[in-house]
């Protein structure tokens, strides 16, 4: 199919409804996990005075699913339809979630009521995230997915500014466990919203015979690591989450014992990363036709990826001191968003649309894996070099991670490859 420049140009995903409602249900779903994200952990704390071992259990549960059910999730994306996923995944969410202000209205909530839900719903959220990116091209036209990608990178990160606000509101307004319930509400908007889209989507071509599970999710992984732009890039995610965990699990005893930042300031701080994100999402698009894609995606990941050297180097008076870590995590949070926009654009478009969720499953599988060994990772490196040192060897690594994208054939490119690229049908 082809499309007319005139759309491509003036009209764009603006004029495109099934777009503008998927886009509309995810927008209205970030924000209402945001209140989640703060609500349930206050829950926990609130009700049932969880122990930091009981926190720690609650924040894995939630990752949990990530390991265990990514690679699998990945096979079935590629089997069924992914529009009735996303909304089965939404539907589970939601009954999941009211399971909690339920609980505390009638009596019977428990901690390990908490644990539960959040495995629930961390697994119906792996499903989601794996149908919501491979779905996206199917709804939009290949030189429409840097601007689709754009718009739903800018919902992200304004959930990201304003999500918590809210959350704190109604937790205040409503009590922690009662406000979980408009969580659980706006993924039944964004449930309407996808059902409400009316473009068919293709048939998934069924196996001439049945594939074994285990080759499929290994067809994922040999997609993932033999196309050269993907390697790369799942390297260099992966040695980024792995460094940029190790300092995050350092930076608020760093920044309240060593430097003396009160609650209230480092919470300004860290926010200006997500006010970051989300000006690095409304310029990326722009980015990619100043720059040509290649280069717009270096320069990103290099602000992503040195703007944090600055932390552990931070000297002098409190409010110098705070400047410079706003500057950083501000700076971070631009090229963060600008990269996430147009490396997902070019995932989508090097793969082939019936590969796409088993590729996403092994990408994600890789570097989310990073996550938790970086975190170990941090807290080891903190106790035997402390706080500060530990930081720099994190920002040095971070830096080292564009070493993948640097040796690849990224940079050359100037737009969106036409075809799937080696190893990608």
């Known amino acids: ?164 606000a809210l959350g704190g509101l109604l937790v205040e307004w409503l009590s922690a466990p009662v406000a979980v319930a408009a969580d659980a509400l706006s993924f039944l908007v964004s449930a309407v919203l996808l059902g409400a889209i009316g473009r068919p989507e293709p048939r998934m071509d069924a196996p001439a015979q049945r594939v074994p599970l285990f080759r499929q999710i290994g067809e994922g992984l040999r997609i993932t690591f033999s196309n050269p732009y993907l390697r790369s890039l799942a390297g260099e995610a992966a040695t980024y989450n792995f460094f940029e965990t190790a300092i995050l699990a350092l930076f608020t005893l760093y920044a309240t014992r060593e430097l003396g930042l009160s609650p209230a300031q480092l919470g300004t701080v860290m926010g200006t990363g997500a006010v970051g994100a989300l000006l690095g999402a409304l310029v990326a698009e722009r980015a990619a036709r100043v720059l040509g894609l290649g280069r717009a995606i270096l320069a990103s990941m290099a602000l992503a990826c040195v703007a944090p050297l600055l932390i552990p180097l931070v000297r002098g008076p409190l409010p110098v001191v705070i400047a410079l870590l706003v500057a950083a995590f501000f700076v971070n949070g631009i090229g963060l968003a600008m990269s996430n926009v147009h490396v997902v654009s070019l995932r989508q478009a090097v793969t082939a649309p019936h590969l796409l969720g088993r590729m996403n499953a092994s990408y994600r599988f890789f570097v989310y894996g990073a996550i938790p060994l970086g975190s170990l990772f941090g807290g080891l490196l903190g106790e035997h070099l402390g706080v500060r040192s530990a930081l720099l060897v994190g920002a040095g690594g971070l830096c080292a991670a564009l070493l993948w994208v640097v040796s690849s054939p990224v940079p050359h490119l100037r737009r969106l490859p036409e075809q799937a690229g080696p190893a990608s049908g």
């Open 1 to 164: 199919m082809q499309v007319g420049l005139s759309r491509v140009r003036w009209g764009g995903v603006w004029r495109n409804q099934d777009f503008l409602k998927l886009w509309a249900g995810e927008t209205v779903s970030l924000f209402g996990s945001q209140v989640t994200t703060l609500a349930l952990p206050l829950t926990a704390v609130q009700s049932f005075a969880a122990t930091p071992a009981q926190m720690g259990i609650l924040s894995a549960a939630r990752f949990l699913p990530f390991l265990l059910l990514t690679l699998v999730a990945g096979v079935w994306v590629d089997v069924y339809r992914r529009r009735p996923i996303l909304v089965g995944a939404n539907l589970g969410r939601a009954f999941v979630l009211a399971l909690v202000p339920l609980g505390a209205v009638m009596g019977w909530l428990r901690m390990w009521h908490l644990y539960a839900v959040a495995f629930g719903v961390g697994a119906l959220t792996v499903l989601f995230d794996l149908a919501y990116q491979s779905y996206v091209p199917s709804l939009v036209e290949r030189e429409e997915l840097v601007e689709a990608n754009s718009k739903l990178q800018t919902s992200a990160s304004a959930a990201e500014v304003g999500g918590p």
